[in-house]
C-alpha cells in the first residue's frame, strides 16, 4: 500500500515560469513533509519541510503548501531555473521525533527548459 | 568536513554472495536508516536504527542485515536471500530532533 503518492512521472517547465509538483498522502498519523532534489547517481538533498499543524511554509524561491483536509501537499518553485531540473520527492514522517521514518513518494522528473 | 560517506560507489558481485555496504557518519547523529532506490519506485525503507545496538526492521528487510556497534557507523549486508539485489543504495542519518535526514551518496550494487 503506498502512503505517498506522486502521481506526476514528469514535468516540463519553461525558464522563469512556475513548477507545480504534486504529492498525496493517505495515513493521517504522518506529523511532517519535506521535499527533497535529487541528481542521478547521488543522494538526495534536503529543500524544505511543513508540520502537519501549518498550511505553508516559505524559503527563497520554494514553497510548500499543505492542505490536510485533502491530504495533498504541493511544491512551488518561483521563478524555475535550469538547474532546478532534477527529480523531486516527497516525503512524510512517521514515528515522531524518536524514529523519524521517512515514506517517499515515487518522484516527478521536473526538466526546466532555457 | 561533516558528512555521510557511503563507499564503495560502484560494487559489483556474483549472484549468491553475500556483500556489505559500508556506511559512516560524522554528524554525531543518533538516528540512521538505508534505503533502496529502484527506477519508478522512489525511496524505500529498509532498516533503521536510533541508537547503538538497537535497530528495526523497515518496509523491506527481507534479505538484508545491519549492525549498529557504534554510533558513525551502520552497515548493511545484502544476502543471498534478497531476490533481486541489483539497486541504488542510500544511507541517511538524522539529528535527535530534526526532521530532516541527510543522506550519503549512494552505492549502486549490481549483480551478475
Known amino acids: 500500500d503506498q502512503q505517498v503518492k506522486q502521481n506526476s512521472p514528469s514535468l516540463s517547465v519553461q525558464e522563469g515560469r512556475i513548477s507545480i509538483l504534486n504529492c498525496d498522502y493517505t495515513n493521517s498519523m504522518f506529523d511532517y513533509f519535506l521535499w527533497y532534489k535529487k541528481y542521478p547517481a547521488e543522494g538526495p538533498t534536503f529543500l524544505i519541510s511543513?508540520?502537519?499543524?501549518?498550511d505553508k511554509n516559505e524559503d527563497g524561491r520554494f514553497t510548500v503548501f499543505l492542505n490536510k483536509s485533502a491530504k495533498h501537499l504541493s511544491l512551488h518553485i518561483v521563478p524555475s531555473q535550469p538547474g532546478d531540473s532534477a527529480v523531486y520527492f516527497c516525503a512524510a514522517r512517521s514515528g515522531g521525533t524518536s524514529y523519524g521514518k521517512l515514506t517517499f513518494g515515487q518522484g516527478t522528473i521536473l526538466t526546466v527548459h532555457p | 568536513d561533516g558528512g555521510i560517506t557511503q563507499s564503495p560507489k560502484y560494487l559489483f558481485r556474483k549472484e549468491g554472495q553475500n556483500v556489505t555496504l559500508s556506511c559512516e557518519q560524522n554528524l554525531n547523529h543518533d538516528a540512521m536508516y538505508w534505503y533502496r532506490q529502484d527506477p519508478g519506485q522512489g525511496l524505500r525503507l529498509i532498516y533503521y536504527?536510533?541508537?547503538?545496538?538497537?535497530?528495526q526492521k523497515g518496509d523491506i528487510a527481507e534479505g538484508y542485515s545491519v549492525s549498529r556497534e557504534k554510533k558513525e557507523s551502520f552497515p548493511l549486508t545484502v544476502t543471498s536471500a534478497q531476490k533481486n539485489p541489483t539497486a541504488f543504495y542510500l544511507c541517511?542519518?538524522?539529528?535527535?530532533?530534526?526532521?530532516?535526514?541527510?543522506f550519503g551518496q549512494g552505492t549502486r550494487l549490481t549483480v551478475v
Open positions: 536504527s536510533q541508537i547503538v545496538n538497537d535497530f
Open positions: 511543513i508540520s502537519s499543524i501549518k
Open positions: 541517511a542519518s538524522r539529528k535527535q530532533g530534526a526532521v530532516e535526514a541527510f
